[in-house]
């Protein structure tokens, strides 16, 4: 147990599942997320994660937006707000001095070390700040590079205990017509999310190559999801004058509200079937140390802020929070 680390894959604005019975007409899929692709053959590492590892149906229920969503994931709590009147981009949220799963780590393992690497933004004091070696970039920086220096870093120090990588790209499809004829490949989360499990698998087989899979718990999660296919969508893609018949191939973003219902395109108004896709987050907990007993398991009803603490008791490390650990 001593010997026990932690990898934590953070995707920025990755649906975790969607509601029962959408499909994008132009693909006959449901609107990209990992539950749905993986149903559908699409997405081959992220279905060994979810077959040797817990699914959860994760939800945001605070704010969705990615300064308290990323907060959530590392702290285990809602409890934070933004200064009235502040935006909350300039990480004017109060709590920034709680505890996070990073700092909470480095407590209980000084001799282990504790790294982070992602958008310059979130690799703060409250968010994902490690105390061994933090390296952020600007939004939307290359996850392939990203992803090498933190490689590179995990090759240098062999005594890593728990390192955090944040991939933002995915989130730069966000404001986008994704199955337009016209959509360039990067700017479609179709193809985007077809990438992003070629970089799961990358991260599986390095660890693998390594030797520090059998003693590595992989935990994959996300702030947001987006709007997509839903009257939040639709009103958004009317407002920014999308063709009527392309509405259906419509994400706006992840904006107030949150909460929507999915919208009805045979007959061109709400459905009355909630769709909250904005709330709909990732969360997989899984890698070689992950106990047998969790495998192949699906949790219904999960939160955004399970997520650090699910970590601190596989870790076996006090995290105060208000969220429930899966174990
Ligand atoms: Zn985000
Ligand atoms: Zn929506």
């Known amino acids: 147990m001593k010997d026990q680390r932690a990898f934590i894959l953070i995707l920025d604005m990755l649906a975790g599942h969607w509601a029962g019975k959408t499909t994008v007409p132009a693909t006959g899929l449901p609107p990209p997320n990992v539950w749905g692709y993986a149903q559908a053959g699409k997405l081959p590492a992220f279905q060994d994660c979810i077959e040797n590892g817990t699914f959860v149906k994760a939800w945001n229920k605070g704010n969705c937006n990615t300064p308290y969503g990323q907060k959530y994931l590392a702290s285990g709590t809602y409890e934070t707000r933004s200064v009235p009147g502040v935006d909350p981009y300039c990480l004017m949220v109060q709590g920034a001095e709680k505890e996070t799963i990073l700092s909470a780590c480095k407590r209980k393992y000084p001799a282990g070390k504790v790294a982070a690497f992602g958008s310059d933004a979130w690799m703060q004091t409250g968010w994902w700040k490690a105390t061994d070696c933090t390296m952020g970039w600007g939004s939307y920086y290359s996850d392939f590079l990203t992803s090498q220096q933190c490689f590179k870093w995990m090759l240098e120090n062999p005594e890593w205990k728990m390192v955090l990588l944040y991939l933002p790209q995915y989130d730069l499809t966000g404001n986008c017509p994704v199955m337009g004829k016209d959509t360039a490949y990067t700017k479609d989360k179709h193809h985007s999310l077809l990438q992003l499990d070629r970089f799961l698998w990358m991260v599986k087989t390095f660890l693998q190559e390594k030797n520090w899979w059998n003693?590595?718990?992989?935990?994959i999660g996300s702030d947001h999801g987006c709007h997509y296919g839903c009257?939040?969508?639709?009103?958004?893609?009317?407002?920014?004058?999308?063709?009527?018949?392309?509405?259906?191939?419509?994400?706006?973003?992840?904006?107030?509200?949150?909460?929507?219902?999915?919208?009805?395109?045979?007959?061109?108004?709400p459905s009355k079937q909630r769709s909250d896709c904005c709330r709909r987050t990732t969360f997989i907990a899984g890698g070689g140390a992950w106990p047998a007993r969790m495998r192949g398991k699906i949790v219904e009803q999960g939160e955004i802020i399970d997520?650090?603490?699910?970590?601190?008791?596989?870790?076996?490390i006090k995290l105060p929070a208000d969220g429930r650990s899966l174990l």
Do not use: Q
């Open 231 to 269: 009257d939040a969508a639709v009103k958004a893609g009317r407002k920014k004058g999308v063709p009527e018949k392309e509405l259906s191939n419509y994400c706006s973003n992840h904006e107030p509200p949150y909460d929507c219902l999915v919208w009805d395109f045979e007959k061109n108004k």
């Open 215 to 219: 003693e590595t718990g992989l935990f």
């Open 307 to 316: 997520f650090s603490p699910t970590i601190a008791d596989f870790m076996k």
